[in-house]
């Protein structure tokens, strides 16, 4: 198995497709990059800008470029010599639009004697497959029409299956093996499973070996065929049982490189399946961590209940958010798993209780039987009147053959994923430099010895799995908590302003007002428009005044009046302008460090689009905006000598190609770890670490260090002779940090 030095995420599209990915190649390969690594190829929905909604998982996407485009992408790459990375989605099919869906098209006309019926995860046995596709003043006497062989509710089509078209549409559409509901019934009555709550996303039954073959055709031909380095594998925790999938894929594709993508709780062990490791979500939170000041925990503290009035812990939001969408938009998963103990008294409230209380994503039985325990501990604990439904639940939930353990594990991680990231983070807003997928936003920074812990774990269980500090799902760009890392340090300046600012722009929910203006700290005045589309999604995410189901306008138009202020008015704009002015310099100083330490520490560095400059990038689909690769090219081929740390993000790019083609070309030097400690009065400022003969030297907390009276006299030992590939510097034995950092905050030191 050949495992890239390093990957480069490329977000194949229309506007982008195999072609243009092809093009940039000579590009990638200037910059050090070991593998191009794609957005999923296969067919997907008409105008999908992401890739996750397959819609045939038979062909390649002809918007993104198809068999031509794959092999235009595949000869440049080998051209070269760079690999071949892949994302695919195992766990679900789109199925917004039924007609682009031969499987589910076919199930729709023909039922459960559709040949593809195994191919979806659907409860039958519930009656009709409900599509929830009407309005709320939908009438179908008066909106549902027939055409041909076919149904339509506006610009939506269904087939109708043989031998039932007689009669007036309504009849008709009482005869089918599917019913048109409302969009609302969804959230409690769907007899389909969804990823997470989208209904437009059927989930598949990979389970079932006859559907990997039929799903997978395209995916062993990449792998076998065509050679194909790696696999990036989304969501495996939709999957009824990810651990033999992933034996599959291993059959189907021995000589590839897996990857998947895993959000690992703080502490979780990744289950023992037959991959090089997950694609860098805990990586993020390490880097991110060792940068932010654990000192400024305590200010933060009474910033946020000063500003805000809530005291709740970061847990109590947690817990918070899972009962929310387990009562809301998920309440169909649960309806379903009550449905398998129709003899257990409140089991409704019991398995809620268990899905709210389960402390990671979920179990893998036999492997997490101790997270099931602590759930079940923890429910107990809060509804001890509960405990005799809870009891007669435990065993079968331990029982991995059961349907309804299966089921619960599967639905366990919906319930984190859109009661954490997609409600929690968006209501909890301390510091929201935190509140990063992967992360813990109540962990406030961790120290030298956390991080040198945490990596000699990582180079002992995963050194060929993935790190990373940005991808298409992370809620804000590496850059901009880089930014909002440096207000760990200066607490009450920040306070200072941020009360001016809540004061002087009223938003009726002071939380998400305060994660507003912290939002226009980390990223600036950008475009108007994107901040206007950040602080919709994240207050309809937020669910707490608004939501997307139910938008109240007078709460969404104060927000975005409050948005207006911060660009029209000046005195909440010029004293803004003002602090992000003075604290971009740390900022960039903390980016530096970042990227280096993500590029450098065991694992395979992944840089995502456009993040090899200074990037302000949001959440999706902010974070999907084009790269203007061929001025990246243009800079980087101009590049002589180390550029100054200004506004070009010059410098970023001069760090990311020199780390990257010392991995590519010497990757010798990166077979351990060990950690490096300075001495002197500034040696708690210095991360350091030897991986086999490359040093890696990073600044951490920017603004304490110049307050402190900078490096002074502290050293670092380096042992035998190296040069730093940034500055070509040559030092040997003990040496002045201050002379080491005297052009960058970081220096990348290869041994001689």
């Known amino acids: 198995m050949a495992v890239p030095s390093s990957t480069y995420r490329l977000q194949i599209r229309s506007g982008f497709n195999l072609a243009d990915a092809a093009a940039v190649t000579e590009y990638l390969s200037s910059l050090g990059v070991g593998a191009v690594y794609t957005s999923p190829l296969l067919q997907s929905a008409s105008g999908s800008e992401h890739g996750y909604d397959v819609v045939d998982p038979t062909r390649i996407d002809t918007a993104r470029g198809g068999d031509a485009g794959w092999r235009a992408l595949l000869g440049a790459a080998r051209a070269r010599r760079l690999g071949v990375v892949v994302d695919i989605v195992p766990n679900h099919l789109g199925v917004a639009d039924a007609a682009a869906n031969p499987a589910w098209w076919d199930v729709l006309r023909q039922g459960r004697q559709s040949r593809y019926a195994s191919w979806f995860d659907i409860e039958w046995t519930q009656g009709p497959l409900l599509l929830p596709v009407l309005a709320d003043n939908a009438d179908l006497a008066r909106d549902l029409t027939a055409a041909g062989d076919e149904l339509r509710y506006y610009e939506h089509r269904f087939p109708i299956a043989p031998g039932t078209g007689d009669g007036n549409p309504v009849q008709v559409h009482e005869r089918q093996h599917y019913r048109l509901v409302g969009y609302r019934h969804a959230d409690a009555e769907q007899n389909y499973r969804r990823f997470f709550a989208v209904t437009t996303l059927a989930g598949l039954r990979l389970e079932d070996p006859d559907v990997f073959a039929g ?32 034996d599959r894929l291993v059959e189907a594709a021995p000589d590839t490189w897996l990857t998947v993508e895993k959000i690992l709780e703080p502490g979780e062990a990744l289950p023992p399946w037959p991959v090089a490791g997950t694609t860098g979500y805990d990586a993020l939170a390490e880097v991110q961590a060792v940068l932010v000041d654990p000192s400024g925990e305590r200010r933060f503290d009474a910033i946020y209940h000063e500003l805000t009035g809530d005291r709740r812990s970061f847990a109590d939001h947690v817990e918070a958010g899972k009962r929310f969408v387990a009562s809301t938009i998920l309440r169909a998963e649960v309806n379903r798993l009550v449905r398998l103990v129709p003899y257990v008294a409140r089991a409704t409230e019991a398995l809620t209780e268990l899905l709210v209380g389960f402390p990671v994503y979920r179990s893998y039985l036999p492997f997490g039987a101790e997270h099931l325990a602590k759930a079940i501990q923890t429910a107990g604990g809060r509804r001890p009147d509960l405990s005799d439904s809870i009891a007669a639940l435990a065993s079968r939930l331990g029982d991995p053959p059961d349907e309804l353990c299966a089921r619960f594990q599967q639905t366990s991680g919906a319930v984190m994923a859109k009661g954490v990231e997609d409600t929690a983070y968006y209501r909890y807003t301390r510091f929201i430099a935190l509140n990063e997928v992967g992360g813990d936003p109540g962990r406030f920074g961790a120290d030298l010895q956390a991080f040198h812990a945490a990596q000699h774990a990582r180079q002992v269980a995963s050194p060929l799995g993935m790190t990373t500090l940005s991808t298409h799902d992370t809620k804000r760009g590496e850059d901009v908590r880089a930014r909002l890392a440096v207000l760990a340090e200066l607490p ?13 722009a009223l938003v009726p929910n002071a939380a998400f007002g305060y994660l507003l203006w912290q939002t226009f700290v980390g990223v600036g005045f950008i475009a108007r428009d994107r901040m206007h589309a950040y602080a919709e999604k994240a207050m309809r995410e937020a669910s707490d005044g608004t939501s997307w189901t139910d938008p109240d306008p007078a709460f969404e138009s104060a927000v975005h009046a409050a948005v207006d202020a911060g660009y029209d008015l000046p005195m909440l704009h010029d004293p803004l302008a003002d602090f992000i002015a003075r604290i971009t310099p740390h900022g960039w100083s903390n980016s530096l460090s970042q990227k280096l330490l993500a590029l450098t520490m ?20 902010d974070n999907r905006r084009p790269v203007p690769f061929a001025e990246h090219a243009a800079l980087l081929s101009s590049l002589s000598f180390p550029p100054p740390v200004d506004h070009t993000g010059a410098a970023k790019l001069w760090l990311v190609s020199r780390a990257l083609r010392l991995r590519r070309d010497a990757p010798v030097l990166f077979t351990g770890y060990t950690p490096l400690r300075a001495d002197g009065p500034a040696a708690d400022y210095v991360v350091a670490f030897d991986r086999g003969g490359a040093v890696t030297v990073a600044t951490r907390l920017p603004v304490g260090l110049q307050r402190s009276g900078g490096w002074r006299d502290t050293t670092i030992t380096l042992g035998a002779g190296h040069i730093d590939v940034l500055t070509g510097r040559r030092y040997t034995g003990a040496v002045p940090v201050a002379e080491v950092l005297s052009t960058y905050p970081v220096a990348l030191l290869a041994a001689e």
Not at 233 to 242: K, Q, S, T
Not at 602 to 621: F, H, I, K, N, R
């Open 215 to 246: 799903t997978h055709q395209v995916i062993t031909r990449w792998a076998v065929a065509d050679g194909v380095d790696g696999l990036r594998v989304d969501h495996p925790d939709g999957l009824v049982d990810p651990g033999r999938y992933l």
């Open 492 to 504: 009450d300046e920040w306070s200072a302003l941020v009360h001016g600012l809540m004061a002087g």
């Open 602 to 621: 065991p694992g395979v560095p992944d840089v995502y689009q456009g993040t090899e400059l200074w990037e302000d990038a949001l959440v999706d689909p």
